[in-house]
């Protein structure tokens, strides 16, 4: 079952760049893994993927293909996927409207802290040129 999340379009725009400039086939898909973790509630990783692998469910962002391994696909219910650009830093953002702010002791005070956002750095890109093969 596909999340009820919410790809705003500065995430759209850069997962269709990272897919169309990857060298794979125009049926390629970005593959988005969410686990739990860290003060923001998230770790992720992406790559860009020939095929899906198993137990990916395909969810379509207008027309762009996204690959979801089932744990992601629980964690990204409610969550709203965006991208920021600033001089420092670049990458996506996960905000969950929902999450509790974070109460760890390096975090200041946990009543002003924005709630469950985290960001992966465009170096963390991977492509898979190795097409998958399906048992």
Not at 1 to 25: C, D, Q, Y
Not at 92 to 110: E, I, K, R, V, Y
């Given at each position: ?25 125009a ?8 686990t ?24 379509d ?9 089932a ?13 920021a ?6 990458g ?19 009543a002003s802290?924005a709630p ?13 040129s ?6």
């Open positions: 079952m596909l999340p009820n999340w919410t790809v705003t379009p500065a995430a759209e725009k850069f997962i269709r760049r990272m897919v169309k400039f990857s060298g794979l086939p049926s390629a898909g970005f593959r988005l893994t969410v739990p973790g860290g003060c923001s509630g998230f770790n992720s990783e992406f790559t860009v993927e020939a095929q899906p692998a198993a137990g990916d469910e395909v969810a962002v207008n027309g762009i293909r996204v690959f979801l391994p744990e992601s696909r629980l964690i990204l219910n409610g969550v709203i996927v965006d991208f650009d600033t001089p420092t830093k670049s996506l953002t996960f905000f969950n409207p929902s999450a509790a702010p974070c109460a760890c002791s390096s975090s200041g005070d946990s802290t469950a956002m985290t960001k992966i750095e465009i170096g963390s890109i991977k492509v898979s190795a097409p998958r093969t399906s048992a």
